[in-house]
């Protein structure tokens, strides 16, 4: 699994001009999926994603994580992820998961990351969305299992 993971001051994600998920303060989550990906990849990027110490403290260092700070995330399947453009001008999709076991590995993801107390609101996977956020830093990580 690849997880971009930005921080945030506020997001949405909205479908046929209809907002579907929405945070404040927090992560959104571009969550891509691979066909060698299991339950386990997922786990273990639920317990990085909302440990990783990327919030600031009182001094202005990045010692707090997403739990220290209450926030939320807002998770959105993109398969883009994995498209691999070595070679030619149009990306090659084929190391993305096909659509069921994506779908359910990426479900199962934001089930353990609202297992650990965390807000997870989502878009609709397989749709057209448009993603709005307030990239906050900017701080954008790629986390991969």
């Known amino acids: 699994m690849r997880v ?3 921080r945030s001051k506020e997001a949405s994600v909205t ?4 907002v579907i998920g ?3 303060s927090g992560l959104v989550l571009l969550v891509g999926v691979t066909h060698e990906d299991t ?3 997922a786990a273990y990027l639920a317990e990085k994603i909302v440990h990783l110490r990327i919030f600031e403290d009182e001094n202005n260092k990045m010692n707090l994580s997403l739990l220290d700070k209450g926030g ?3 998770s959105v399947s993109q398969f883009t992820l994995y498209g691999d453009c070595r070679k030619g001008r149009r990306p090659n999709f ?3 998961a096909k659509p069921d076991y994506a779908l359910a590995l990426y479900n199962r993801f934001n089930e353990l990351l609202r297992e650990k107390g965390v807000q997870v609101e989502t878009g609709e996977f397989g749709a057209m969305m448009d993603v709005s956020l307030v990239n906050d830093g900017p701080v954008t990580l790629i986390v991969e299992s």
């Open 15 to 18: 479908v046929n001009e209809q």
């Open 39 to 41: 339950e386990a990849d």
């Open 4 to 6: 971009v993971v930005q």
């Open 94 to 96: 084929m190391d993305a």
């Open 72 to 74: 939320s995330i807002l």
């Open 22 to 24: 929405k945070i404040s």
